[in-house]
Structures are given as structure tokens and as C-alpha cells.
């Protein structure tokens, strides 16, 4: 004999078990089943993911996957681990851009975790690199290959805004304060 509860379902019931034998005798009995339940932890669809990303600009956009029987994708989170030279920003609930300092070059691990509402997760690393510095201007925010008033108004914006780094950050100390703005300072009204 074999019980499959219903998906989620935890709690007990009772089901009888009647054994008949010719000609005519039987017997029956009752039971009850528990069914605990069991929270699966999320899982990352790993196959959608690059094993590596080179950094060929100023960020590189990464969206993720997951999955979990227990819960619907609207309710799983994603953060990023802890980085030291790299800087990642939320794009959406399922992507993040990350950033690395214009002259930055080398590799560096990205760990990514999935959690459900339990506190069960997984997680997922990332190799980002870069093999050699960019030859952009730095302060040029909107690409246009000078610095001018527009990339100004962006940084001012962003200035001094906790948790406002990645592109505005031109020192890579993970802050967007008055060395960021030096290096604005001497790059204002110069074309790339």
C-alpha cells in the first residue's frame, strides 16, 4: 500500500483497511498517518549561468534563476556576498549589474544566495574578471565621451547616497564621497 498526500499538505488522517478472505470472513482496522512537513531549500538553475564574466565595460548585468517546490519565485530573495574590489547594485529582484573601478584589472569570486521565507538557501559563485583596463574617461555616466553638465546633475544625485555605488564610485573604495568627486572635478569638460 501507498499513501501520497496531496502537494503541502502536513497535519494527520485517518484511513481504514478492511482485508476480506473467502468465503465471506474479513477484518478491518483504522490507522492514523502524520505527514511533517519538509522545506525544501531553493535551488539555483545553475545551467543559465555563465562559469565566468569578463567585464569588458563599466558593469556587466547578470540575472538569475531559481526554484522552490515549497514556495513561488516571487517569495525566494537574492543577495549578493560580500566583495572587495567589485561593487554589485539590485536591478531588479533577479539581476544585478556589476561594477568594477575603470583601471581595475584581475579576477575576483561573486557569490550569489537564493533564500526562501524559512531561511533555507543555496548559493552560487561567479568568476568576474578583467584582463585589462578600460580606456574610458572617467565621470562620463551617460557614455556620451565627455564629461560635462548631464554627467554632473548624475553625480550630484548619487553623492553621498548610502548604498549609491558601482558607476559613481571613480575611487573604488565602495563610497561615493569627495575623492569621487576630485576625480570628476579634474575630468569635467574634457571628450574622451
Do not use: C
Not at 499513501?3 to 482485508?19: I, N, Q, R, S
Amino acid at each position: 500500500m501507498i499513501l501520497e498526500p496531496g502537494e503541502d499538505f502536513h497535519g494527520h488522517t485517518f484511513f481504514v483497511m478492511e482485508v476480506r478472505v473467502p468465503p465471506g470472513g474479513s477484518m478491518a482496522g483504522e490507522f492514523q498517518v502524520f505527514v511533517l512537513p519538509v522545506n525544501d531549500a531553493p535551488e539555483i538553475l545553475e545551467a543559465n549561468l555563465p562559469d565566468s564574466i569578463e567585464i569588458m565595460d563599466r558593469s556587466y548585468t547578470v540575472t538569475l534563476e531559481g526554484v522552490d517546490v515549497d514556495d513561488s519565485a516571487e517569495a525566494l530573495v537574492w543577495t549578493v556576498g560580500a566583495l572587495d574590489t567589485l561593487q554589485a547594485e539590485t536591478v531588479s529582484s533577479t539581476s544585478f549589474r556589476i561594477f568594477a573601478p575603470v583601471h581595475w584589472v584581475g579576477s575576483e569570486t561573486v557569490v550569489f544566495w537564493l533564500t526562501d521565507a524559512s531561511g533555507e538557501s543555496a548559493r552560487v559563485s561567479l568568476v568576474v574578471y578583467r584582463q585589462q583596463p578600460l580606456q574610458i574617461l572617467p565621470g562620463d555616466f551617460d557614455g556620451n565621451g565627455e564629461v560635462d553638465f548631464s554627467d554632473f546633475v548624475m553625480f550630484v544625485q548619487n553623492y553621498q547616497v548610502e548604498n549609491s555605488v558601482g558607476l559613481y564610485d571613480l575611487t573604488g573604495d565602495g563610497k561615493v564621497n569627495l575623492s569621487d568627486f576630485l576625480v570628476f572635478a579634474q575630468n569635467y569638460g574634457k571628450h574622451g
